[in-house]
């Protein structure tokens, strides 16, 4: 019964997607809002790298937004041999095999996870990251990006593979990048971000 609301819901899913891309209208104020540090959040300065997986544009585009914000450095994961990752997979808890990374996870004092929710749970490329990089990071926190699924319960299962505790997360839900304004998106985004700095 799982597997074929799960099926659905891709279908569902997939078919929206198309359509953003399609009307260009999912991001609409991509340029629009600014993002600053907040004085309070103080110094010193934290080594941060952002990690996620992203096979539309969402989950990316709250990576390059974070990065901006904090300074941060970034790591796109991609599969091995570029195979998309499969929801039938997602949805029994599978890991995929991803490449080689360009950074060092454990070079960073902080590593900010960003998974799209796929069949409510992780998406594979994530699992892997989480599973084979988790004992050598320092720090994580974790962002969702979902058409509605709560973030508390997939950021339990991140923590869970990966090993570390979130000093922080957030959720994105697709409905907040159709917001006008921008400013739901932007709260979450400085909420999290004041979560780093507070520990
Ligand atoms: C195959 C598939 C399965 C999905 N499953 C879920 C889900 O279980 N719960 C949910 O809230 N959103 C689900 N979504 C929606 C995505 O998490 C959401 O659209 C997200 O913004 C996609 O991020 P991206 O643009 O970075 O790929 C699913 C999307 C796809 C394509």
Redesign the pocket.
Same mark, same amino acid.
């Given at each position: 019964m799982k597997l074929i609301l799960?099926i659905l819901?891709?279908v569902y899913?997939?078919a /929206?997607?198309e359509e953003d891309t399609r009307s260009g209208a999912s991001i609409s104020f991509k340029n629009k809002i600014q993002f600053t540090r907040d004085p309070a959040w103080g110094t010193p300065e934290k080594k941060i790298l952002i990690v996620y997986? /992203? &096979?539309? &544009?969402?989950? $990316?585009?709250i990576a390059e937004t974070l990065a901006g914000l904090l300074g941060a450095d970034l790591e796109r994961l991609t599969t091995r041999n570029g195979k998309k990752p499969s929801?039938i997979s @997602?949805s029994f808890g599978l890991e995929q095999a991803i490449n080689d990374l360009q950074k060092n996870p454990a070079d960073y004092d902080l590593v900010i996870i960003g998974n799209?929710? !796929? /069949? !409510?749970?992780i998406i594979p490329p994530v699992r892997a990251f989480l599973k084979t990089y988790g004992p050598a990071i320092k720090s994580a926190a974790y962002f969702t990006? @979902? $058409?509605?699924?709560e973030p508390d319960k997939i950021v339990k299962k991140m923590e869970a593979v990966c090993g570390k505790s979130a000093v922080s997360f957030t959720g994105?839900n697709?409905a907040d990048f159709q917001e006008k304004s921008g400013e739901i998106l932007r709260k979450r985004l400085m909420d999290f971000a004041a979560g780093f700095y507070q520990k």
């Open positions: 799960c819901f891709a899913t997939l /929206s997607a997986y /992203s &096979q539309g &544009q969402n989950t $990316g585009y929801i @997602a799209p929710v !796929w /069949s !409510w749970n990006v @979902a $058409g509605g699924t994105i697709d």
